[in-house]
Nanobody
């Protein structure tokens, strides 16, 4: 059974940093796309970043390019999202998602089969 657990969220001032972790179990990391999404109340879940475990290729939303970095530790089956220069508009619940293949295969949240429970990130101004 695939299981994803996020951690690392919290309250931070604008300009600060947080590192989110997504610990995966129940599958090997060698052929999966692992993505971070975020969602504000009443809004659709939007993709923030994705990493393809096959070749470590990454994608980022324009709103986070240059500030966020996604990485993976395959030995620990964990994907990280390092978030720097945080802004109040980054306040959301952040989710990790996974599915077989490459990030390019997926563009919408509904396409991912496996999800974590989410972690709250709050950036104060």
């Amino acid at each position: 059974e695939v299981h994803l657990v996020e951690s690392g969220g919290g309250l931070v001032q604008a300009g600060g940093s947080l590192r989110l972790s997504c610990a995966a179990s129940g599958f090997g990391f060698d052929d999966y796309a692992i993505a971070w999404f975020r969602q504000a109340p009443g809004k659709e879940r939007e993709v923030v970043s994705c990493i393809s475990s096959e070749d470590d290729s990454t994608t980022y939303a324009d709103s986070v390019k240059g500030r966020f970095t996604i990485s993976s530790d395959n030995a620990k089956n964990t994907v990280y999202l390092q978030m720097n220069s945080l802004k109040p508009e980054d306040t959301d619940v952040y989710y990790c998602a996974a599915d077989v293949g490459m990030c390019d295969y997926y563009s919408e949240a509904y396409e991912y089969d496996y999800w974590g429970q989410g972690t709250q990130v709050t950036v104060s101004s």
